[in-house]
């Protein structure tokens, strides 16, 4: 019989990173194999299929966003570009001794259940055999691009593929979407193209990265923490001070309390839109040749329509049926355990109000105390497999848009908890089927958020 000791890590982005220090830090044997050349998953804009672009930036400050056990370089901004998140992941791979057990530049060709595990199919007709698998592959990778009435006949891309300002030079540009990438297409067409219009199904809040001099995240964390609902109402209040009546420019109201939808971390959008570089419209209602046609009925000619429309979750290498799948979103426990497989996690498959990393390090965490009991301590791992059936509410009290993307939506402080009390229990040996939701936090969780306090000298 083949060994099978070792774990199989899909990717080298953060989160395959992350799991690979901390399975290596307790002495899970794995594996990573990664398809480009290099580590950085989509923050490599040379990764083919990447949808980073020249001008992207993070959305959560450095302050709040690094991987466990490296903090970002002092001389990073607030805000670190596409490429000094990079350079973060390169060294954060090199300060972990990570380098080999790394196989880069080896794409996966196929994953299969096997008798005893999993079988990592590779080109060539090699296969190496494995205990366990995570997907770290992320959920940026297969674009969604939505379908209208009409012919379109004029140039158009995904923003997957979008690059460079370059690309926008001369010609009337239309963004259709709303998102953090689509809000930064725009105004890089509100700087380069001949015109540039924003087409958005719904209104939204646009945040300041900065409120009161500090990063809008480092603001949160330091503040009095109150109810969920009450929360949103004092941030709504506080955004309609220091942003305010986005009507004015001729946007549609948020039908929504803030932080109900993923956060939009823009306010150039609302500088373009106040000085006529951007122009807003409503929902495509129709595709005319060159033209489009509008739900309010206008119809405007373009040359390039960029469809900003956000991406589906994909594991294009395993075979469907070993996740259950709410439409385009794998159902999973935590946002990491699949209901059907013992044996197969997914990491960074989750949408949040804040930075995505240092969740990422708390699902390393749950994911090898699990490897580890289904060794070590056997009745604690079966203990588990009756919890990962359980639905704890990761929402905490926030009532998120009804939207594809918000089906693995999780509300940051929510997650810690939860996250923290069962990794608490796994670690005492105390696991119970119920209370994980109940209020207060565990002994880890109150280490998890007092580690949040002194980043930011709260």
């Known amino acids: 019989m083949p060994d099978r000791t070792a774990y199989?890590?899909?990717?080298?982005?953060?989160?395959?990173?992350?799991?690979?220090?901390?399975?290596?830090?307790?002495?899970?044997?794995?594996?990573v194999f990664e398809k480009h050349t290099d580590v950085g998953g989509i923050w490599d804009i040379d990764n083919p299929g990447s949808p980073m672009y020249e001008s992207a930036h993070f959305i959560s400050s450095k302050t709040m966003s690094a991987l466990d056990g490296m903090p970002f370089p002092d001389d990073y901004p607030d805000y670190p570009r596409w490429d000094q998140l990079r350079d973060y992941l390169r060294a954060y791979a090199r300060e972990f001794d990570l380098l080999g057990h790394l196989n880069l530049n080896t794409s996966v060709e196929r994953i299969e259940k096997v008798e005893g595990g999993w079988d990592v199919h590779l080109p060539g007709g090699e296969v190496r055999p494995f205990r366990g698998v995570v997907m770290c592959t992320g959920n940026q990778w297969k674009p969604n691009v939505p379908e209208f009435p009409g012919d379109w006949q004029g140039e158009q891309i995904h923003s997957v593929d979008y690059r460079s300002i370059d690309q926008l030079r001369g010609k009337r540009v239309l963004i259709v979407g709303a998102g953090n990438s689509g809000c930064d297409i725009a105004c890089d067409a509100a700087l380069a193209a001949d015109s540039a219009v924003i087409s958005m199904r719904r209104g939204y809040w646009f945040i300041p990265k900065h409120i009161f001099g500090m990063p809008a995240d480092v603001f949160a964390a330091t503040g009095p923490k109150l109810p969920a609902k009450a929360q949103q109402k004092v941030f709504e209040q506080l955004l309609r001070r220091v942003v305010g009546d986005v009507t004015r420019f001729g946007l549609p109201a948020p039908d929504h309390l803030p932080l109900s939808s993923h956060p939009i971390m823009n306010t150039q959008i609302i500088h373009h839109l106040a000085h006529g570089d951007i122009e807003y419209r409503p929902n495509v209602a129709e595709l005319e040749g060159d033209k489009v046609r509008f739900e309010d009925g206008?119809?405007?000619?373009?040359?390039?329509?960029?469809?900003?429309?956000?991406?589906?979750?994909?594991?294009?290498?395993?075979?469907?049926?070993?996740?259950?799948?709410?439409?385009?979103?794998?159902?999973?426990?935590?946002?990491?355990?699949?209901?059907?497989?013992?044996?197969?996690?997914?990491?960074?498959?989750?949408?949040?109000?804040?930075?995505?990393?240092?969740?990422?390090?708390?699902?390393?965490?749950?994911?090898?105390?699990?490897?580890?009991?289904?060794?070590?301590?056997?009745?604690?791992f079966a203990a588990f497999r009756d919890v990962v059936q359980t639905r704890p509410d990761l929402e905490g009290g926030v009532e998120h848009v009804d939207s594809p993307r918000h089906h693995y939506y999780t509300q940051g402080d929510a997650y810690r908890r939860l996250a923290s009390r069962l990794l608490d229990r796994l670690e005492r040996g105390a696991l119970a089927t119920e209370g994980l939701d109940e209020p207060g936090v565990g002994e880890r969780a109150a280490s998890v958020l007092g580690k949040v306090r002194e980043r930011v000298g709260f």
Request: negative net charge.
């Open 298 to 380: 206008r119809v405007d000619e373009f040359d390039l329509i960029i469809w900003a429309t956000g991406y589906h979750v994909d594991f294009p290498v395993l075979e469907r049926e070993h996740f259950d799948w709410q439409g385009n979103s794998p159902d999973l426990f935590m946002n990491v355990f699949s209901r059907k497989d013992d044996d197969l996690f997914a990491m960074g498959i989750l949408e949040l109000d804040g930075g995505a990393w240092p969740i990422m390090s708390i699902q390393a965490e749950l994911i090898s105390r699990v490897v580890r009991d289904r060794d070590e301590r056997p009745e604690a």
């Open 8 to 31: 199989a890590i899909i990717g080298a982005g953060p989160s395959g990173l992350e799991m690979a220090r901390v399975l290596k830090r307790d002495g899970v044997p794995f594996e």
